[in-house]
């Protein structure tokens, strides 16, 4: 059984940083591309940050571009996020989630379980 488990979120002040991590396990996923999804009460969810299967192609939504940096080590099966800068409107739980194939534009077949990230004034 493949699971996705995500880490690292929490209670951070606006301007601060926090590095989202998420390990997968059942199943290697060099093959394959991620992403991470972040979703607010009352949004709709949005693809925050993608990579391709060899970490050499990335995508970012506009609003955390020059913030947040997505990467991942194959060897650990872990996929990071590392979120600087951070804003109230940051404030979501965020998914991480695997491609179907080498690239990151889905679908997504597997989903991790989400971390909370909440961002104060």
């Known amino acids: 059984q493949v699971q996705l488990v995500e880490s690292g979120g929490g209670l951070v002040q606006a301007g601060g940083s926090l590095r989202l991590s998420c390990v997968a396990s059942?199943?290697?996923?060099?093959?394959?591309?991620m992403a991470w999804f972040r979703q607010a009460p009352g949004k709709e969810r949005e693809r925050v940050a993608a990579?391709?299967?060899?970490?050499?192609?990335?995508s970012y939504t506009d609003s955390v571009k020059g913030r947040f940096t997505i990467s991942r080590d194959n060897a650990k099966n872990t996929l990071y996020l590392q979120m600087n800068s951070l804003k109230l409107e940051d404030t979501a739980v965020y998914y991480c989630?695997?491609?179907?194939?080498?690239?990151?534009?889905?679908?997504?077949?597997?989903w991790g379980q989400g971390t909370q990230v909440t961002v104060s004034s």
């Open positions: 990579i391709d299967w060899n970490g050499v192609t990335t």
């Open positions: 989630a695997i491609s179907r194939n080498l690239w990151y534009g889905g679908p997504y077949d597997y």
């Open positions: 059942g199943r290697t996923f060099s093959n394959y591309g």
